[in-house]
């Protein structure tokens, strides 16, 4: 019998990182993308500065977190955006058979509507932007993803955004799955200009942790011109 074990990816360091309470905490903390310092980070797994700083150097050793220096102060944030897609996956599988019955909880509520992942907006409103590219046949597949059509650049006109050019090295579009809606949002440089565009408009505005909210403006601006979540 042939063995190929030893050719198979090597999750169990990775899973034994993400397993402890304490250090899961503090990369869904991370999720949002912004950079948060050893102190916040503390604070929201709920454990001592001392312990606190044990967790983050196993996560930096693992390759999870990088930490960057800004004055006399060091701060923490995902080591990639694949280590967000991870974890997002990780919470569809660990939450399959609960799922229905723990969004029902407020604060879970209001994380399903809109959040950000990563940069990117997420949740029931990230469903519906791709939807809306979708239905009016404004992205292209391609092998990494997606690009815009004539179609999808009408649309960023309508919403006054100009998409920058593909940046070397990073992924311009495609589709993530959605932890909250199980259905893909999107993902990539487009994705986090669109967000960023939503929050400069004043449609949108960031919210505690990883919540984003919809702003009155974004209510009679935004959402008439997003396909409906069904």
């Known amino acids: 019998m042939t063995r190929t074990a030893a050719h198979e990816p090597r999750i169990a360091r990775v899973a034994a990182m993400v397993a402890d309470p304490a250090r899961s905490l503090m990369l ?8 948060a310092s050893a102190g916040e980070l503390a604070a929201a797994a709920s454990v001592t500065a001392a312990t606190a700083s044990g967790h983050l150097s196993k996560l ?10 800004r004055g006399r102060h060091r701060y923490y944030k995902l080591a990639h955006q694949d280590v967000a897609h991870a974890l997002e996956a990780l919470a569809v599988v660990a939450e399959r058979s609960s799922h229905d019955r723990l969004w029902e909880y407020p ?3 209001r994380l399903r509507y809109a959040r950000c992942c990563y940069g990117h907006l997420a949740g029931e409103l990230g469903v519906r932007v791709l939807a809306t590219l979708q239905a009016r ?5 391609t092998q990494d993803g997606y690009e815009l ?5 009408a649309w960023m006109a309508e919403l006054e955004l100009s998409p920058k ?4 090295g990073r992924r311009f579009a495609y589709p993530c ?3 909250s809606e199980r259905r893909d949002h999107l ?8 967000l960023q565009h939503f929050i400069d408009k004043g449609w949108m505005r960031r919210g505690d942790g990883r919540a984003l909210d919809l702003t009155p403006l974004g209510v009679q601006s935004l959402l008439p011109m997003l396909r409906g979540a069904g």
């Open 165 to 168: 050019a593909p940046a070397s």
């Open 28 to 35: 869904a903390y991370l999720l949002s993308g912004e950079l």
């Open 149 to 153: 059509t004539p179609s999808g650049l």
């Open 137 to 141: 046949e404004g992205l292209k597949a």
């Open 60 to 69: 930096l050793d693992a390759g999870l977190l990088v930490c960057e220096a």
């Open 187 to 194: 993902a990539g440089q487009l994705a986090d200009e669109l």
């Open 107 to 109: 604060a879970r509520k």
């Open 177 to 179: 799955l959605d932890w």
